[in-house]
């Protein structure tokens, strides 16, 4: 079986984004459908390009048991369009950003992670608000809903 590609995207792919990741790897794992998915996340700058997980990201997801340990951020490109099934930005000059990248959107494939969730707005940024509980419910709601989409039968 093909595996279904999510690719969580944020800035700097140091806090929101990586955090996206390994709360979906996470849900997708106590699931028991680690085999069916294969989850990413990247940067649409260049600005922490190799650099780890921010330490209170990396703090939150440890919290709750999660591991982020070898997680380098990447930038986006334009093969990550055709290779990802879904691209998930957390706000939406991530998704302005990601469809300059890839060229646009012309299969739907890029969506805003709490779009998904049915709230309509942006992932609270922690960069900024130094609040990383904030976002690890929008991450944790937003990853429920994808996992509730993709796999409504677990």
Same mark, same amino acid.
């Given at each position: &079986?093909?595996?279904f ?10 806090c +929101?984004s990586? &955090?996206?990741?390994?709360? &979906? %790897? ?9 085999d069916?998915f ?15 997980? *921010?330490?209170?990201?990396?703090? %939150?997801l $440890? ?7 070898? %997680?380098? $951020?990447?930038? &986006?490109?334009?093969?990550? *369009?055709? +290779? ?10 991530n998704? +302005? ?9 012309p ?20 960069? *900024? ?8 419910q929008?991450?944790?709601a ?8 993709l796999?409504?039968?677990?």
């Amino acid at each position: &079986m093909e595996k279904f590609k999510i690719l969580f995207v944020c800035h700097g792919n140091i806090c +929101r984004s990586p &955090m996206a990741e390994f709360v &979906m %790897k996470e849900l997708v794992a106590k699931a028991g459908l680690s085999d069916r998915f294969l989850v990413e996340s990247a940067a649409t700058s260049t600005e922490e390009i190799g650099n780890p997980v *921010y330490p209170p990201a990396r703090r %939150k997801l $440890a919290e709750h048991g999660i591991s982020c340990e070898g %997680k380098r $951020a990447r930038q &986006m490109d334009s093969s990550d *369009y055709s +290779r990802f099934d879904l691209l998930v930005g957390m706000d939406e000059a991530n998704i +302005r950003n990601m469809k300059r990248i890839s060229g646009g959107d012309p299969d739907g494939r890029i969506v805003r992670l709490l779009d998904l969730a049915g709230f309509g707005r942006d992932v609270s940024d922690p960069w *900024y608000t130094g609040d990383f509980e904030a976002t690890w419910q929008d991450v944790s709601a937003g990853c429920r809903a994808i996992l509730a989409k993709l796999a409504p039968e677990k």
